[in-house]
């Protein structure tokens, strides 16, 4: 059974700077590209960042030239460095992996459609003040 598990939230002033750290397990198929997504109340969960198997990094407008997506694939874990805190980065972040289906799917096809990712943590807060 797949499982991954998000951790380093917390709570930092505008202008500071948290890794967010994701653990994966149980794996039983080939997985191309990994996510980080972010949701707060009343929205849809958003794309932040993927990272393909080879290393191709894709980041959303917002985050661009702040955030960082990095992975270790011998301990099976995903990175995200977020530098530059702003009060609007303040959500929900949750790192995410494709269905089955996908797997074999690099992330310029999949990460622009939210129902590739099927496997998804319990997220980890992250709060920015102003």
């Known amino acids: 059974q797949v499982h991954l598990t998000e951790s380093g939230g917390g709570s930092v002033p505008t202008g500071g700077s948290l890794t967010l750290s994701c653990a994966l397990s149980g794996y039983t198929y080939t997985i191309l590209c990994l996510g980080w997504y972010r949701q707060t109340p009343g929205k849809e969960r958003e794309a932040v960042a993927h990272?393909?198997?080879?290393?191709?990094?894709h980041y959303s407008d917002s985050v661009k030239g702040r955030f960082t997506v990095s992975k270790d694939d011998a301990k099976n874990l995903l990175y995200l460095q977020m530098n530059d805190l702003k009060p609007e980065d303040t959500a929900m972040y949750y790192c995410a992996s494709p269905v089955r289906e996908a797997g074999l799917q690099p992330c310029a096809v999949i990460a622009p459609n939210l129902r590739r990712f099927g496997n998804w943590g319990q997220g980890t807060q992250v709060t920015v003040s102003s």
């Open positions: 990272i393909d198997d080879g290393g191709t990094t």
